[in-house]
């Protein structure tokens, strides 16, 4: 990784944290880009595999995920022991805004004080 991709990756973080959005932690936020980006459906097995940890780990981040609207657990109509991690519009605008800040940051737009928090870009329509 390049100095000037960590220095863009740095100024995304900044803007994150300043952003007044919930910390996520690696773990948390790596679970929801893989709900987000790759084919479903997800299961915590399946998802505990893809990160190499236990299915109790993924169980604790779905939970905070889950309290935050980001993600949501629901039922396989077709086997009822299912249980399917599910994207949400609210986890959709989450990743959006912080799409939007990466890019920014990747762009040097100024001051990562002067940008938009995170929650204003993704309520932006």
């Known amino acids: 990784m ?11 973080l ?4 300043r952003s007044g959005e919930p910390d996520l932690t ?3 936020m790596a679970l929801l880009m893989i709900v ?10 399946g998802l505990a595999r893809v990160l ?10 779905l939970n905070t995920l889950g309290a935050l609207g980001y993600l949501r657990r ?7 022991r299912n249980v399917f ?3 949400t519009s609210t986890g959709a ?8 800040n990466i890019r920014g940051s990747e762009r040097g737009d100024g001051d990562p004080a002067r940008r938009p928090a995170l929650s204003q870009l993704a309520h932006a329509r």
């Not at 390049?2 to 995304?12: D, K, T």
């Not at 190499?52 to 981040?61: D, E, L, M």
């Not at 629901?74 to 009822?80: G, K, L, P, S, V």
């Open 36 to 45: 987000y980006l790759t084919p479903g459906p997800h299961t915590v097995r």
């Open 93 to 100: 605008d989450f990743l959006e805004g912080f799409k939007r």
């Open 26 to 28: 690696n773990r948390q």
């Open 2 to 12: 390049s100095e000037v991709s960590l220095s863009g990756w740095m100024r995304a």
């Open 14 to 17: 900044v803007g994150y944290v």
């Open 52 to 61: 190499g940890v236990s299915k109790p780990v993924v169980t604790r981040a």
């Open 74 to 80: 629901e039922r396989d109509q077709d086997d009822r």
């Open 85 to 87: 991690v599910v994207r």
